[in-house]
């Protein structure tokens, strides 16, 4: 791969780490600390933000939202993972290859690597610091969470941060998502960035593809591919 300034962002859940396990029981203790009755259904999660998570979860579950309870879920949700640390690295696993493909990706030169995730900052921290894999991520430039912007527009505002903090630009062609659900291709489409669509969530490579997903694998373990597939994407 040649000397490029290029940006990598990472979705974390179902793309380098699976915590579904402790996410389901965060969900469930902000629900009960938030309502204040036991949470009966889980929306679906992969390629959604935390507010739409939450709102829909609402939802299903027959509460009537006012504007207190984004709020108020967000805070009993970043308390529920934050005492669930051990539980993170008890339950929580990283995904084959992922490890070794940040790794590898960070001795290419002129690769940077960050997150864009609809996690909430704290709790996308401790999930990829609690499973080893924040060494070679800058966090502080990474697209999470924040009751206000789509996927795509964090894409962009975690494009912008990272090209501040490193006095350079990466242009959307620079920049590829590296993701898992078909949600997540949409956003990459719309913010113009490329995209890996990697089929270790609950989507297949054939839905991957129909979303218009540039390059799809199967899994991360494959680490030549990966690199190979950040050079093809963003080659000048």
Not at 119 to 145: C, F, M, Q, T, W
Request: proline share 3%; net charge negative.
């Amino acid at each position: 791969m040649s000397t490029l300034n290029r940006l990598v962002l990472w979705n974390i859940d179902n793309t380098l780490v699976d915590v579904g396990r402790v996410t389901r029981d965060a969900y469930a203790e902000a629900f009960q600390r938030t309502i204040g009755r036991p949470l009966v259904r889980l929306a679906p999660t992969p390629g959604r933000t935390e507010s739409e998570i939450i709102f829909e979860t609402l939802a299903f579950n027959d509460v009537v939202t006012t504007d207190d309870h984004l709020a108020a879920f967000f805070d009993a949700l970043t308390e529920a993972f934050a005492s669930r640390r051990t539980d993170l690295r008890d339950h929580g696993r990283v995904l084959a290859g992922a490890r070794e493909a940040v790794e590898a990706l960070a001795h290419v030169p002129g690769v940077a690597q960050s997150v864009l995730t609809g996690s909430l900052r704290p709790n996308a921290i401790l999930k990829v610091g609690e499973l080893g894999l924040a060494g070679h991520l800058d966090l502080e430039s990474g697209g999470y969470e924040n009751g206000v912007y789509s996927k795509a527009a964090l894409l962009e505002l975690a494009r912008t941060r990272s090209g501040e903090r490193r006095g350079t630009a990466y242009p959307e062609s620079a920049t590829v998502y590296i993701a898992d659900s078909p949600r997540d291709v949409q956003a990459a489409r719309i913010a113009g960035s490329p995209i890996i669509a990697v089929a270790t969530g609950s989507a297949t490579e054939a839905e991957l593809r129909a979303a218009g997903a540039e390059h799809v694998l199967a899994t991360l373990a494959d680490t030549g591919a990966v690199v190979g597939a950040v050079a093809d994407l963003t080659r000048m």
